[in-house]
């Protein structure tokens, strides 16, 4: 499977369908193959991002989006306008402009005072710095991605913020590299859906979250089934479309991993003008796919609570 990175538009988006981003893969126990050829495409991806972004361009080739040469001309309306100007003070602007996540889940998960806070997949590092700046010295914020390039970006933006109580790490998300009942809160913005074993993060966060740990995470979340091309896009699972858990596959996973109180708030209604640009960036400009898809995606904010 390739992404052709030097091209936009539906005339040249690969969308090949790829077996292992069917739904049956993304919402069973996945092989460990599959789990793998997902990540490698998901890497390929976000590592162009990263790249992007550290040149100094804005990352626009993230959630929303194919990775286009030219992205004076992308609509993104998944990730665009996130966070207010007044929270973001003493953040770099690179951490910002790195930004590809579909909500803000500082904003909405109330950070306290020398918590421990654990992002997952923090790409640039945006909202690990977020927490950082809440939790204060006596706190630590700690990011988790698999991506090499992104995590050099977070490393530089951490460098460029000054804060000390931050650490990146190199892993999966599926398989977390800390121990168990080691943070109080889990973020993450925008990277459960590209998961291949959406059972298997959900178990790993209620590990290491203490008794008493929130579960504070924004994503996209189905409001009812999408139809099976779009299931099949390469690039609407890359770009956290069609590998998004329904609001009841959420709840449901949520509490089989352990955890209670689950709640999913809505955080942005996606119109049908932006369901089309999405369909139009990977080439399915069918109307009735349109009117398929449309009001069945969104943005939300997904609350849980591991039992004390
Ligand atoms: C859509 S970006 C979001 C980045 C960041 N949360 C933000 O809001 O800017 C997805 C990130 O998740 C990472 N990622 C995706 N799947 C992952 C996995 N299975 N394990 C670890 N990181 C993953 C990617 O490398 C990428 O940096």
């Given amino acids: 499977m390739s992404t052709d990175k ?21 919402s069973t126990e996945s092989i460990a193959t599959s789990g793998e050829e ?19 361009e804005s990352a626009t080739c993230g959630c929303g989006t194919t990775c286009c040469s030219d992205t004076s001309e992308v609509w993104d309306p998944i990730t665009t306008n996130l966070y207010a100007e007044g929270e973001t003070a003493g953040i770099p602007a690179e951490a910002l402009l790195a930004s590809l996540g579909c ?8 950070l306290h005072e ?23 010295p006596t706190g630590k914020a700690y990011g988790l991605d698999m991506t090499d390039e992104m ?20 892993g999966e998300i599926e398989h977390i590299p800390l121990p168990a ?22 178990r790993e966060a209620f590990r290491v979250l203490a008794p008493g740990g929130r579960f504070a995470v924004s994503d996209v979340v189905l409001k009812g089934d999408l139809p099976p091309e779009v ?11 069609s590998g998004a858990l329904t609001e009841d596959e959420f709840t449901t996973q949520l509490a ?8 999913i708030e809505p955080t942005r209604a996606y119109t049908r003008e932006d369901v089309q640009a999405l369909l139009d960036a990977v080439g399915l400009s069918d109307p009735n796919l349109v009117e398929q898809v449309n009001g069945r995606v969104m943005s939300a904010f997904i609350r849980a609570r591991k039992p004390a």
């Fill in 6 to 26: 030097s091209c936009c538009g539906p005339e040249c988006c690969s969308d090949e369908p790829v077996a292992t981003l069917t739904r049956g893969a993304t």
């Fill in 38 to 56: 997902v990540r490698a495409v998901v890497r390929e991806k976000y590592g162009e991002a990263a790249k992007r972004a550290a040149a100094g």
């Fill in 103 to 110: 909500g803000n889940p500082t904003a909405l998960a109330q």
């Fill in 114 to 136: 020398g918590e421990r806070v654990l992002d997952l997949g923090s790409g640039g590092g945006i909202d690990v710095l977020l927490s950082a700046k809440r939790v204060g």
């Fill in 151 to 170: 995590l050099a970006l977070a490393q530089e933006n951490k460098r460029r913020s000054g804060f000390t109580n931050v650490e990146f790490l190199k």
């Fill in 181 to 202: 009942n080691s943070v109080d809160v889990i973020i993450s913005n925008c990277v459960i859906n590209l998961s291949a074993d959406k059972r298997q993060v959900l």
């Fill in 231 to 241: 299931r099949r896009s390469v690039g609407l699972f890359t770009g956290c479309v």
């Fill in 256 to 263: 089989e991993a352990g955890f209670v109180d689950a709640d």
